[in-house]
């Protein structure tokens, strides 16, 4: 693109150039085209394999790659990375200055997932950057958005960009961090300190532009990368967006999922501590699309509703209705789930998380996945052909943003809208009300007794055809796909049944 556009650049040149003062005054000349902005050179990393000492540690989805056209391989990637620090004040408007720091050396690995098949990869890679809050890696966006990827052939690159997920912590939920859980596999790895993590989720992407054979991406030709990460993570992808993003150009777009208020560090001890400020938006200036998708745990008890921002050129706000931090689909029924099956789009009391975590309450069972899919589609089609997201609503709150407004059976109102929330069988929500790990964030699922649902819809047809509508206006609204719509329609007659009605 920036060749193309300085080819014209230069014709436009040349053709004022050989008018003569006549042509001049007769044919109105077209202002030269601005220039494109100009980035710093991403380092290419160094790739090498890993010891062939045991398996992958990641927790991610449990059905077979090779089953469904995929491929999982481990690599490690070394090289010089930089901290940044910041040329002038970090504002609330995000248009942040920042230059490269102290160096470091590092070795970090990633895990790919890919399509076997050439012939099936779509070209467009979404980078994760893993998050750590438990104590250990773990893919939260391959957890709610694989079908997606799965069937459009988009690879998946899962990165271990910050020093918990190699070191660990005291008190992990489980002992998975990568030295912890396997160290005669990752001993070697080295991670300087989370203030190079931004240059090591930078580095990456020269990893995936690489065609060689023996790259990361087998040779395939990529040319859509989309970052991704959610909760800690997407706070992290906040701090890139406003710093690094300008300085490096390296993505293509972002989908950032349940950021909390503020963002993370630009950087921290060792290096000088830099600490943004209590309130932080995105950028309105960024040159690559953006989607910041939220729950309603994110936005007020979570607090971001402080950092609201307007929709932008290139910036979309998704606060969706019925959704939790976490929910049962990405924490559980997901896991399994390869695009076939209705039942993965049912409304469930569930209140195990794999077994390993007991929760109070039944855990949100919305809509979170299906709109996210949704999510990726949008901003994948955002960047390739330039057609913006839909925009949307924000969740409707009292005036002073102390709580939600919610309709006669408890659901919130405004917000994106899904046939969860529009047709409901179940009273859904983020709220925290657990202290527990795992549960804290994982909002509430009450199922409705058999009179509210006959008060709602009379039979179980009513209830398909309520079902039915309010997935065509999601899908007409570009909330959800129409591929996962058939699996939502399907869901309605076996959501009236699981009811005992």
């Given at each position: 693109?920036?060749?193309?556009?300085?080819?014209?650049?230069?014709?436009?040149?040349?053709?004022?150039?050989?008018?003569?003062?006549?042509?001049?005054?007769?044919?109105?000349?077209?202002?030269?085209?601005?220039?494109?902005?100009?980035?710093?050179?991403?380092?290419?990393?160094?790739?090498?394999?890993?010891?062939?000492?045991?398996?992958?540690?990641?927790?991610?989805?449990?059905?077979?790659?090779?089953?469904?056209?995929?491929?999982?391989?481990?690599?490690?990637?070394?090289?010089?990375?930089?901290?940044?620090?910041?040329?002038?004040?970090?504002?609330?408007?995000?248009?942040?200055?920042?230059?490269?720091?102290?160096?470091?050396?590092?070795?970090?690995?990633?895990?790919?997932?890919?399509?076997?098949?050439?012939?099936?990869?779509?070209?467009?890679?979404?980078?994760?950057?893993?998050?750590?809050?438990?104590?250990?890696?773990?893919?939260?966006?391959?957890?709610?958005?694989?079908?997606?990827?799965?069937?459009?052939?988009?690879?998946?690159?899962?990165?271990?960009?910050?020093?918990?997920?190699?070191?660990?912590?005291?008190?992990?939920?489980?002992?998975?961090?990568?030295?912890?859980?396997?160290?005669?596999?990752?001993?070697?790895?080295?991670?300087?300190?989370?203030?190079?993590?931004?240059?090591i989720f930078t580095q990456v992407t020269a990893a995936v532009r690489d065609t060689s054979p023996e790259g990361i991406m087998g040779g395939l030709d990529t040319n859509v990368l989309i970052a991704a990460g959610e909760s800690q993570s997407a706070s992290r992808l906040l701090t890139y967006i406003n710093a690094v993003q300008p300085l490096y150009g390296a993505y293509d777009g972002f989908l950032v999922d349940s950021r909390y208020n503020s963002s993370q560090r630009l950087s921290q001890p060792p290096q000088a501590e830099i600490l943004p400020p209590e309130i932080v938006r995105f950028r309105d200036d960024i040159a690559a699309p953006v989607i910041n998708f939220q729950g309603e745990t994110d936005v007020i008890p979570l607090s971001a509703?402080?950092?609201?921002?307007?929709?932008?050129?290139?910036?979309?706000?998704?606060?969706?209705?019925?959704?939790?931090?976490?929910?049962?689909?990405?924490?559980?029924?997901?896991?399994?789930?390869?695009?076939?099956?209705?039942?993965?789009?049912?409304?469930?009391?569930?209140?195990?998380?794999?077994?390993?975590?007991?929760?109070?309450?039944?855990?949100?069972?919305?809509?979170?996945?299906?709109?996210?899919?949704?999510?990726?589609?949008?901003?994948?089609?955002?960047?390739?052909?330039?057609?913006?997201?839909?925009?949307?609503?924000?969740?409707?709150?009292?005036?002073?943003?102390?709580?939600?407004?919610?309709?006669?059976?408890?659901?919130?109102?405004?917000?994106?809208?899904?046939?969860?929330?529009?047709?409901?069988?179940?009273?859904?929500?983020?709220?925290?009300?657990?202290?527990?790990?795992?549960?804290?964030?994982?909002?509430?699922?009450?199922?409705?007794?058999?009179?509210?649902?006959?008060?709602?819809?009379?039979?179980?047809?009513?209830?398909?055809?309520?079902?039915?509508?309010?997935?065509?206006?999601?899908?007409?609204?570009?909330?959800?796909?129409?591929?996962?719509?058939?699996?939502?329609?399907?869901?309605?007659?076996?959501?009236?049944?699981?009811?005992?009605?």
């Open positions: 693109m920036r060749k193309f556009s300085f080819i014209l650049f230069l014709s436009a040149l040349a053709i004022i150039g050989c008018s003569d003062s006549s042509d001049r005054r007769d044919t109105p000349v077209e202002p030269p085209l601005p220039p494109e902005p100009e980035f710093l050179e991403v380092p290419s990393p160094t790739v090498s394999a890993p010891p062939d000492e045991g398996a992958i540690t990641l927790i991610s989805t449990f059905f077979s790659f090779e089953d469904v056209g995929f491929q999982q391989t481990e690599f490690f990637l070394s090289g010089t990375a930089t901290s940044f620090t910041n040329v002038g004040e970090l504002g609330e408007d995000g248009r942040w200055e920042a230059e490269p720091a102290e160096e470091a050396e590092y070795m970090t690995r990633v895990v790919v997932y890919r399509p076997i098949e050439p012939a099936d990869y779509s070209g467009t890679a979404v980078i994760e950057w893993l998050n750590v809050t438990s104590g250990f890696d773990t893919p939260v966006g391959w957890g709610s958005g694989h079908v997606e990827a799965l069937r459009r052939g988009h690879a998946w690159v899962n990165v271990s960009a910050q020093i918990v997920g190699i070191e660990g912590v005291e008190n992990a939920t489980l002992p998975l961090a990568l030295k912890v859980a396997n160290p005669e596999r990752y001993g070697e790895l080295n991670h300087p300190g989370d203030s190079f993590s931004y240059d509703v402080d950092e609201r921002q307007p929709d932008s050129e290139n910036f979309r706000l998704w606060e969706v209705a019925g959704a939790a931090h976490n929910d049962n689909y990405q924490l559980v029924t997901g896991r399994s789930d390869i695009g076939e099956g209705a039942e993965f789009a049912l409304v469930v009391e569930n209140t195990s998380i794999l077994g390993a975590i007991q929760c109070d309450v039944p855990i949100n069972s919305g809509p979170y996945a299906w709109v996210y899919m949704a999510a990726l589609r949008n901003l994948e089609t955002w960047v390739r052909e330039g057609t913006p997201a839909p925009e949307a609503e924000r969740l409707a709150t009292l005036d002073d943003d102390s709580d939600y407004v919610y309709d006669d059976v408890g659901n919130v109102l405004g917000g994106v809208r899904t046939p969860y929330v529009d047709a409901p069988a179940a009273r859904i929500s983020g709220e925290i009300v657990s202290e527990g790990n795992g549960c804290r964030l994982s909002g509430t699922t009450t199922l409705f007794d058999a009179a509210t649902m006959a008060s709602l819809y009379v039979d179980r047809q009513g209830y398909i055809d309520a079902v039915d509508e309010a997935t065509e206006v999601a899908v007409a609204a570009g909330y959800i796909l129409d591929e996962d719509a058939v699996r939502i329609r399907a869901a309605a007659a076996l959501q009236w049944d699981a009811l005992g009605i």
